[in-house]
């Protein structure tokens, strides 16, 4: 079956404009993930869903950072004015059950934001 | 709060030799441990995990990893590299109790010379 899809792969904005970065999660997965993996580091939480609520957004970095996923499947990560700094790559993953140590994440290949 | 630490950021093997990525971590108790996969231009790929139990596990693609709790250490390896084996490694502490949030090593990226 499919696994996690992202759009767009590639980004390219001007500094001050708004981003909006699409999650398609493997069907069926109650937990969803954002992740920001900056260059040469590892990826950092920025949000959790399960289903459709917000359960945890304590990664996201600033006030201009905002995720929704209103159906309880594609998610929506949207970056207000953005800042050189925002430039990363955004991955998602979906996990089957509801988020404990033990699920395994399945990640998407991610969206690569460049901010000029 | 839970750490990982990969202390290699990039290691140069020949095809046909083996491998160990070196992962360590810090956290208040036994975590559960992964190691990722990422391709260029790919999201990161499960190659195992472990929870409890034989300290040697096995994964995908001929790699298997070795908890050691005396040195907090979880250290991927291979016995004979590919070329196609050429990617970045991720370690990746989930926590055992509470919190869902993963902590990842910041990676190692592994070149492997025909």
């Known amino acids: 079956g499919a696994g996690v899809s992202q759009s767009p792969r590639y980004k390219v904005a001007k500094r001050g404009q708004d981003v909006a970065l699409r999650c398609d999660p493997i069907?069926?997965?109650?937990?969803l993930f954002w992740y920001q993996q900056a260059l040469g580091q590892g990826p950092e939480f920025l949000t959790y869903?399960?289903?459709?609520?917000?359960?945890?957004k304590s990664g996201l970095p600033s006030d201009r950072f905002f995720a929704e996923r209103p159906e309880g499947s594609v998610s929506t990560l949207k970056i207000q004015r953005t800042q050189q700094e925002d430039s990363a790559v955004y991955l998602c993953?979906?996990?089957?059950?509801?988020?404990?140590?033990?699920?395994?994440?399945?990640f998407g290949p991610g969206t690569r934001l460049l901010v000029l | 709060a839970q750490s990982v630490t990969q202390p290699d950021i990039h290691i140069t093997v020949s095809e046909g030799a083996s491998l160990e990525l070196r992962c360590n971590y810090s956290?208040?108790?036994?975590?559960?441990l992964f190691w990722y996969v990422q391709s260029p231009g790919q999201g990161l790929q499960l190659l195992l995990k472990?929870?409890?139990?034989?300290?040697l596990v096995q994964g995908i693609k001929g790699f298997e990893a070795e908890f050691k709790r005396s040195q907090s250490s979880f250290n991927l390896r291979k016995p004979s590299v590919h070329w196609s084996d050429a990617a970045e490694y991720f370690c990746?502490?989930?926590?055992?109790?509470?919190?869902?949030?993963?902590?990842f090593g910041r990676g190692t990226s592994l070149i492997v010379h025909p």
């Open positions: 993953a979906s996990s089957f059950g509801a988020a404990e140590g033990r699920e395994t994440q399945y």
């Open positions: 069907s069926g997965h109650v937990s």
């Open positions: 869903f399960q289903n459709e609520a917000q359960l945890d």
């Open positions: 956290y208040g108790a036994t975590p559960y």
């Open positions: 472990y929870f409890s139990g034989d300290t």
């Open positions: 990746a502490v989930h926590p055992s109790g509470g919190s869902y949030i993963p902590t």
